[in-house]
C-alpha cells in the first residue's frame, strides 16, 4: 500500500471467520478495596470492549455480540494487533467469548426456538 504524504491514510482492522477484534481493559494495579499490588502480581486483565465483529459472527444468531459490548475472554488463542502503540487489540476466536455484560435496562438477546416461552408462564410465588 502507497499511502501520499499529504492524504491521511485510513487503516483498520477487520477480523475474519468467527472472530472478533477487542480492546482489552487496562490491567488493575490497585484492588477495588484500595490494596495497591506490586509489578509481579499484576492481576491479570482478560475483559475488554468489542471494537469490531466479523460479517460472520455478525449473522450468527447464536452469538448475540456487539460491537462495543464489554466481554470476558480466555487470552490463550488470541492474537495481538501491533496496530497501536499501548497494543491493547486483540483477534479473539468467537469461542474463547465467554460472556457478555449485560446491564437489566437492555433487552434480553434474541434466542432461536423457545421464543417467548418463558414470557406466557405466571410468576412462581413459592
Known amino acids: ?7 491521511p491514510v485510513n487503516e483498520f482492522v477487520e477480523p475474519l471467520g468467527m472472530r472478533v477484534l477487542i480492546r ?10 484500595g490494596i495497591v499490588l506490586p509489578d509481579q502480581a ?8 468489542v471494537v469490531e465483529v466479523s460479517l460472520q459472527v455478525e449473522r450468527d444468531a447464536d452469538f448475540p455480540i456487539e460491537k462495543y459490548d464489554k466481554v470476558l475472554f480466555h487470552p490463550k488463542n488470541s492474537i495481538p494487533v501491533d496496530f497501536e502503540q499501548n ?8 469461542e474463547d467469548v465467554v460472556a457478555v455484560f449485560r446491564r437489566h435496562d437492555d433487552q434480553k438477546p434474541l434466542r432461536r426456538g423457545k ?4 414470557d406466557d408462564r405466571p ?3 413459592t
Do not use: C, F
Open 1 to 7: 500500500m502507497v499511502a501520499i504524504e499529504d492524504a
Open 123 to 125: 410468576a412462581d410465588d
Open 42 to 49: 499484576e492481576i491479570p486483565t482478560i475483559t475488554g470492549r
Open 24 to 33: 482489552k481493559d487496562e490491567s488493575r494495579h490497585q484492588t477495588r478495596g
Open 87 to 94: 497494543n491493547l487489540l486483540y483477534v479473539v476466536p468467537i
Open 115 to 118: 421464543a417467548g416461552a418463558d
